[in-house]
């Protein structure tokens, strides 16, 4: 068997019937570079929750594989161990938010903003949001959502300055 020939790439392209300067990749391949369809490393459909125009609380009760099936593959899992054994959740961790698991069903969700409220926002901008439903608690505020065939809240954690430091939806009858 005898070696093929070593023939640069820009000789095949000339037998083929055209060429392409040297230049023309200056130009393609930034423009290729920087187009995220083609370089993402994130699965499809794993989009920040905002993004998707998603409301928060049509994300309870998802089934593990429509959670998997809508945003893909966690960056991250870790458990949650409750103050009970009954009360161990899986957290399912995405760019769009923390899921927390119980059983196969999402029955709380941690995210970064819902319902006009971000994580940093002042205690007084919460409840200018929220309205005079929302039950203050030192650390925390209750907000009760509406139904969605079972109860749902709106739990914003407090840090001690009291900046909103969590914002959790969540099934307050789990």
């Known amino acids: 068997m005898r070696p093929l020939p070593f023939r640069h790439p820009l000789e095949y392209s000339k037998v083929m019937g055209f060429f392409r300067p040297p230049g023309f990749l200056l130009f393609v391949l930034p423009a290729l570079w920087g187009t995220p369809v083609l370089w993402s490393q994130s699965p ?18 998802l089934s593990l594989e429509n959670l998997l099936s809508r945003f893909g593959v966690p960056q991250a899992v870790y ?15 995405y760019d769009a938010g923390d899921f927390y698991v119980y059983k196969d069903r999402v029955w709380q969700i941690k995210l970064r903003a819902a319902y006009g409220i ?9 409840f200018l949001t929220l309205g005079e439903e929302a039950q203050d608690f030192e650390d925390h505020i209750i907000f009760s959502l509406p139904s969605r065939g ?4 709106l739990r914003i954690n407090l840090d001690s300055s009291g900046f909103v430091s969590a914002v959790y939806v969540y099934r307050p009858d789990f």
Do not use: C, K, T, Y
Request: no cysteine; aromatic share 6%; proline share 11%.
């Open 150 to 153: 079972w109860p749902l809240a």
């Open 44 to 61: 499809a459909g794993s989009e920040p929750a905002a993004v998707l125009n998603v409301e928060p609380a049509s994300l309870i009760g």
């Open 79 to 93: 458990a949650v161990r409750g103050n009970e054994e009954w009360q161990d959740d899986v957290v399912f961790v």
């Open 118 to 126: 971000r994580l940093g926002d002042p205690r007084p901008a919460v």
